[in-house]
């Protein structure tokens, strides 16, 4: 016992960082437990399914149609390349990384930031407050908002879907984490390291390279002009690895397109852009007017992360513009798009990834007590930067960029229809044959037979789909993948094998999908892959 009541004593983090991964394990696990859900399945958001697809068709060696960044793909593949296409079956393994890896990083890396900020008790701080954080909220939220902030956000932050939001912001703490160090050393293999770090959470997530401004100023203002260079350096290769998969899966640079070349081939691919750019003032607006009425205090959001940035200028400036400048830019630009609102939602689940900065925010607070944050430091001082580990760190980063880079180049765009999208702007899901839909038609009813499968970790449903003909539409996009996309619409659910209706007369075309969601509601819920078709003519 001595050891570790000398351990506390001095602040060591040893002491007490397992204490809050663990608490936070047993807290994750009793809310999982105890939290609307349908077995592994919890609310998503609609990126899950892009994320898997891709993976899936890149173990196949195959690039398909897709919007999102090549990341999160490329870390799955080797959970779904032993899974398989079915997104159910690669579920839990994908929760349990995320929660098992992912979160005690996230929370050692938000105490990072704050012991190189302010000493080790200013990192315990920040790790606390990440901790306890998403828990405290709760009873603040006016009780008509429970369900959406427990049910759908948190499953989000803790790691319990196969969104991008919770890996964006782990890459964001090790790029903010990385920055700082190369801010305190200056040289420019510590400024690379930040740069592919900065990469890192673009190529997860391409819409946070709005609070790369932040980050290059607070460089410039610390004078710091080899780590920018080396951080320009760096982020040059995960910049590369982008382009290379929009290109390859889109066919183009989506930010280079013309608007008549997408008319003509048929697809907007400048959608996702369009989507993070497409800022409103009075879509801002009204997020704070609906956060006002449904959270305790919105001026006490508004205001703590004001006063910790003016705490931390006391201590360092460039760290307050990094910060600072982090949350701004996120909160201000997402948070104004169409599609972010807080009565549906999603406004949290966009700003997610500045939860790390207005932790370190809050817990520099310190540093406005007159001469108590110098003592503080010089009581618990952070340990200097290490070269060695900021060395590690960039060639760790550069060798999987390179790599990823590889398998992107010598995998091929898909040119088939293995890959179909229903709605026409949703994600591709993988068309298998293992159901093998069978039809019969007798006096006019149409009777669909199928084989039934066996999803383990949440209960799934049948979806019945109908279009006239062919039903599908492939549109070549150059070089890059076909977008092969579904003209049916949906006549039916069930939870049997069989299924039977009487059509119009004429020449039709059905699939089946297999579909959940996390209510375990037949009439909710995205198709997760599908059929082969078969024609019927009736009447």
């Known amino acids: 016992m001595r050891p570790l009541a000398e351990a506390v004593r001095r602040g060591d983090p040893r002491a007490f960082l397992p204490v809050l991964v663990v608490g936070q394990w047993l807290a994750v696990a009793a809310f999982a437990a105890g939290?609307?859900?349908?077995?592994?399945l919890y609310y998503q958001g609609g990126d899950q399914i892009w994320n898997y697809t891709a993976a899936w068709f890149l173990t196949q060696g195959e690039l398909v149609?897709?919007?999102?960044?090549?990341?999160?793909?490329?870390?799955?593949?080797?959970?779904?390349?032993?899974?398989?296409?079915?997104?159910?079956?690669?579920?839990?393994?994908?929760?349990?990384?995320?929660?098992?890896?992912?979160?005690?990083?996230?929370?050692?890396?938000v105490y990072a930031l704050g012991a190189r900020l302010g000493g080790r008790l200013v990192g315990l701080l920040a790790a606390g407050f990440w901790t306890i954080a998403p828990w405290a909220a709760i009873p603040?939220?006016?009780?008509?908002?429970?369900?959406?902030?427990?049910?759908?956000?948190?499953?989000?932050?803790?790691?319990?879907?196969?969104?991008?939001d919770f890996p964006v912001t782990v890459a964001m703490i090790l790029a903010a984490a990385l920055a700082l160090r190369a801010l305190d050393a200056g040289d420019p293999v510590s400024g690379a390291a930040a740069g592919l770090a900065a990469g890192l959470a673009i190529a997860v997530k391409p819409s946070l390279g709005l609070a790369l401004p932040a980050f290059a100023?607070?460089?410039?203002?610390?004078?710091?002009?080899?780590?920018?260079?080396?951080?320009?350096?760096?982020?040059?290769?995960?910049?590369?690895?982008?382009?290379?998969?929009?290109?390859?899966?889109l066919g183009q640079l989506p930010v280079f397109a013309l608007p008549e070349t997408r008319i003509a081939a048929g697809v907007d691919v400048l959608a996702p852009i369009e989507r993070w750019v497409d800022w409103d003032f009075?879509?801002?607006?009204?997020?704070?007017?609906?956060?006002?009425?449904?959270?305790?205090?919105?001026?006490?959001?508004?205001?703590l992360p004001l006063a910790g940035a003016i705490a931390l200028a006391r201590r360092s400036p460039p760290a307050a513009i990094l910060f600072a400048g982090w949350l701004l830019s996120v909160v201000v630009i997402k948070g104004g798009t169409v599609t972010s609102s807080v009565d549906s939602g999603?406004?949290?689940?966009?700003?997610?990834?500045?939860?790390?900065?207005?932790?370190?925010?809050?817990?520099?607070?310190?540093?406005?007590?007159?001469?108590?944050?110098?003592?503080?430091?010089?009581?618990?001082?952070?340990?200097?930067?290490?070269?060695?580990?900021?060395?590690?760190?960039?060639?760790?980063?550069?060798?999987?960029?390179?790599?990823?880079?590889?398998?992107?180049?010598?995998?091929?765009?898909?040119?088939?229809?293995?890959?179909?999208?229903?709605?026409?702007?949703?994600?591709?899901?993988?068309?298998?044959?293992?159901?093998?839909?069978?039809?019969?038609?007798?006096?006019?009813e149409v009777r669909l037979s199928w084989n039934g499968t066996a999803e383990r970790s949440a209960r799934s449903f049948y979806r019945i789909f109908r279009g006239e003909a062919d039903a599908i539409t492939c549109y070549p996009n150059g070089a890059?993948?076909?977008?092969?996309?579904?003209?049916?619409?949906?006549?039916?659910?069930?939870?049997?094998?069989?299924?039977?209706?009487?059509?119009?007369?004429?020449?039709?075309?059905?699939?089946v999908a297999v579909a959940a969601n996390w209510l375990d509601d037949i009439t909710q819920g995205d198709p997760l892959w599908i059929s082969k078709p078969v024609r019927v003519v009736a009447g």
């Open 35 to 40: 939290v609307q859900r349908n077995g592994w």
């Open 65 to 109: 149609f897709s919007s999102v960044g090549p990341a999160v793909p490329l870390a799955l593949t080797p959970i779904v390349g032993i899974a398989g296409p079915r997104f159910l079956d690669g579920l839990p393994a994908i929760v349990l990384l995320n929660v098992l890896v992912l979160l005690p990083l996230a929370l050692v890396g």
């Open 140 to 164: 603040l939220f006016d009780e008509r908002y429970h369900e959406k902030y427990v049910e759908q956000f948190l499953p989000q932050a803790l790691g319990l879907t196969v969104m991008s």
């Open 217 to 249: 100023l607070a460089f410039l203002v610390a004078r710091r002009y080899a780590g920018l260079l080396g951080a320009a350096a760096g982020f040059a290769l995960p910049l590369l690895v982008l382009a290379v998969w929009k290109y390859r899966g």
């Open 282 to 303: 009075d879509q801002l607006d009204r997020n704070f007017r609906e956060l006002r009425g449904i959270f305790w205090s919105s001026r006490f959001l508004q205001w």
């Open 346 to 444: 999603s406004f949290f689940r966009f700003v997610m990834p500045t939860f790390p900065a207005l932790c370190v925010l809050a817990a520099s607070l310190v540093f406005l007590v007159p001469s108590f944050g110098g003592r503080l430091i010089r009581s618990l001082p952070p340990r200097p930067p290490g070269f060695r580990t900021t060395s590690a760190a960039a060639g760790g980063l550069a060798a999987s960029f390179a790599l990823a880079l590889a398998v992107i180049l010598l995998a091929d765009p898909l040119q088939s229809d293995a890959a179909v999208r229903y709605p026409e702007d949703g994600p591709p899901i993988p068309t298998l044959a293992e159901l093998e839909l069978r039809s019969d038609v007798v006096d006019g």
């Open 480 to 511: 890059g993948a076909e977008d092969c996309q579904l003209h049916v619409h949906a006549v039916g659910e069930t939870r049997e094998t069989e299924w039977s209706e009487r059509p119009p007369a004429g020449d039709w075309t059905y699939r």
